[in-house]
Nanobody, 113 residues
């Protein structure tokens, strides 16, 4: 499984960005897709996850502001609204199979206050 993330950039506080993650390879092996982020000096944390069945999970700090969605087996979006400075970080898309975890390259999100 290979993952390609796009859509990061610079936004003002209160603004919006949408991240995209395109998967290729053995898509049938994927159980869930997600987005993680890593802020400077902090550990990587889960932001949002969506299972093949459509069940979503969000970290508390983004609930009500971020939405993860799966267009098809290939593409997953993370819609980020009402951005805050604390959302700044490198965002990584993720895919989990029964056997392994896969990561895309990070995409930088910077929110200016």
């Amino acid at each position: 499984v290979q993952l390609q993330a796009s859509g990061g950039g610079l936004a003002q506080a209160g603004g919006s960005l949408r991240l995209s993650c395109a998967a290729s390879g053995n898509l049938l092996s994927i159980n869930s897709r997600g987005w993680y982020r890593q802020a400077p000096g902090k550990q990587r944390e889960l932001v949002a996850r969506i299972t093949n069945g459509g069940t979503t999970t969000y970290t508390d700090s983004v609930k009500g502001r971020f939405t993860i969605s799966r267009v098809n087996a290939k593409t997953v979006y993370l819609q980020m609204n009402s951005l805050k400075s604390e959302d700044t970080g490198v965002y990584y898309c993720h895919a989990q199979t029964w056997a392994d975890n896969y990561w895309g390259q990070g995409t930088q999100v910077t929110v200016s206050s």
